[in-house]
């Protein structure tokens, strides 16, 4: 009996202390990558936005123009987004506006009035607003910036009492997104509730008790929302929300796509991120994305503290025909919506992933750091 666990014991080991070689070989490699600096790099060219018009297969560095150090400091979360009308970055004293299809780099800077770090698209411009509720609005083709839902915070308040380190701090509610359907219904996404103004914010009346940052999106009259539950649906212009995606997890993104959404979930038990589309406006589901999920070595590494984070899913798009997934380690793309995917061929940025906008064919990239 002692000789049989003699033998065992001389297998196991072996074994073990090559898987844990293989591990730190694996972990010294990443590190060294992460070191390496980039081509970009040392010619000192920026490396802040790449833009492509072909579904990713081509890339254009459009940074030139755009303050050197968003290379370092990054832009803020909500600080930018793509429409039809092209990419806007909000940073320091300016609002950055390119065109969609100019075929050189060119930026617009326009001087910002305000403190307002945070920018969102609205139903006829730009909303840019702060975490206390100080709202500016400037309606496209326009140069000015002015006053919007003055009254939010007075009405927030007396709708929500609930006594948090918000409103200790400063008798106000925090505001964590804004967003505007195409019928001009407002919706502001507080630390607990989301509030709702069809009247162009003179009025506010709760909707849902929320649960943190509630990001919004739409397609054809249906609303999908983030929630700590989950993913949320409505189909009555957001006065009521019923929960279509659980999994026990966090919702991390909604986005429209033909047809419908996708949607990212975290799964609380895996501790992964999910895919999930639906092509009926929401009402059914299907997980895509499996060949996305971190490979085994890379989550027990990440349990037992060898590296800091595995390639977790961060947000997924569409562009065109193709679907655009942003993972911590690269791009991918899908063109037979989320069976396969290939990885897309994007400048090395000191091993960085990449945060995705997309306005309809075009397809912007950004380091994730600061984003």
Not at 50 to 55: I, L, Q, V
Not at 98 to 124: D, H, L, V
Not at 138 to 158: C, H, L
Not at 188 to 217: C, E, P, Y
Request: net charge positive; hydrophobic share 35%; charged share 20%.
């Amino acid at each position: 009996m002692k000789n049989k666990k003699m033998k065992k014991l001389f297998v196991f080991v072996p074994a073990a202390l090559l898987v844990l070689f293989l591990l730190n070989s694996f972990v010294l490699k990443e590190k060294e990558a992460k070191k390496k600096p980039t081509e970009e790099t040392k010619s000192g060219l920026l490396n802040i936005v790449f833009r492509s018009t072909d579904g990713g297969e081509t890339w254009q560095n459009i940074s030139e123009g755009l303050p050197e150090k968003l290379q370092k400091e990054g832009v803020w979360s909500h600080g930018l987004f793509a429409n039809d009308r092209g990419l806007y970055l909000r940073t320091g004293n300016g609002v950055y506006h390119s065109e969609p299809n100019s075929t050189t780099t060119f930026w617009t800077k326009e001087i910002f009035p305000g403190t307002q770090r945070e920018i969102a698209p609205g139903k006829n411009g730009i909303f840019a607003y702060n975490f206390r509720g100080q709202f500016l609005h400037k309606i496209n083709g326009t140069s000015d910036w002015s006053p919007m839902y003055t009254n939010f915070q007075e009405q927030a308040v007396r709708i929500d009492k609930t006594i948090d380190w918000m409103y200790k701090n400063y008798k106000e509610r925090e505001v964590r997104s804004v967003f505007e359907t195409a019928g001009g219904t407002v919706f502001i996404s507080s630390n607990n509730m989301l509030f709702r103004s069809t009247n162009s914010g003179k009025t506010w009346k709760q909707v849902h008790v929320g649960d943190g940052r509630m990001t919004l999106a739409e397609s054809n009259g249906v609303l999908l929302s983030t929630s700590y539950e989950g993913i949320l649906r409505s189909t009555d212009d957001g006065q009521s929300w019923d929960r279509v995606i659980s999994e026990g997890g966090v919702g991390i993104a909604v986005e429209r796509i033909e047809g419908g959404f996708a949607a990212i979930v975290n799964n609380t038990v895996t501790k992964t991120n999910s895919i999930h589309i639906s092509l009926d406006s929401g009402k059914t589901w299907n997980t895509i994305g499996e060949e996305l999920q971190p490979s085994w070595n890379s989550l027990l590494m990440k349990k037992i503290g060898l590296l800091q984070s595995s390639s977790d899913i961060l947000s997924i798009k569409q562009a065109g025909k193709y679907l655009i997934c942003g993972r911590s380690d690269g791009v991918f793309r899908s063109s037979d919506m989320g069976k396969t995917w290939e990885k897309l061929l994007l400048p090395a940025i000191e091993n960085k992933g990449f945060s995705l906008s997309v306005s309809g064919n075009v397809i912007y990239a950004m380091p994730n750091k600061g984003c």
